[in-house]
């Protein structure tokens, strides 16, 4: 459907909400239901207006859910060097996914070579869009 239909759709629903509003019970599922579209009105104008915007905020609930997952992990770490070998783990899992490589693979490959690689070439290990 068009932008502009859509904007127009909405302007029509938000107007007969104000409206069915007055004639429903306050505790009615649909009175409920007509408040919440009325109180969210700006944010649905902003939404229609930039189709760049997500309509609701799962992307970042989802990365406030791996930082809450990885935050209760380091808990059982056992001590402070852990946590932070730990961390270092987190940080090449994320570059991995961000590269599109797979992080077990990745971890398989380097582990066997990184006490023959010589320091001066340790970056020739960190993970950099290779093949999955």
């Given at each position: 459907?068009?932008a502009g239909s859509l ?16 004639s429903e019970r306050p ?71 961000a590269n599109g490589i ?31």
């Amino acid at each position: 459907m068009h932008a502009g239909s859509l904007r127009s759709l909405s302007g029509i629903f938000l107007n007969s909400a104000g409206f069915s509003e007055e004639s429903e019970r306050p505790s009615s599922p649909v009175a409920q239901a007509i408040s919440y579209a009325l109180n969210i009105e700006a944010e649905l104008k902003k939404f229609l207006k930039d189709s760049r915007l997500n309509i609701d905020n799962n992307p970042a609930e989802r990365l406030n859910r791996r930082i809450a997952i990885i935050r209760k992990n380091c808990l059982f770490a056992g001590s402070e060097a852990g946590g932070q070998r730990l961390a270092i783990l987190y940080s090449f899992a994320a570059t991995c996914k961000a590269n599109g490589i797979c992080f077990r693979k990745w971890l398989e490959d380097v582990l066997p070579r990184l006490n023959a690689t010589p320091a001066e070439q340790i970056d020739s290990l960190i993970p950099k869009g290779e093949a999955k």
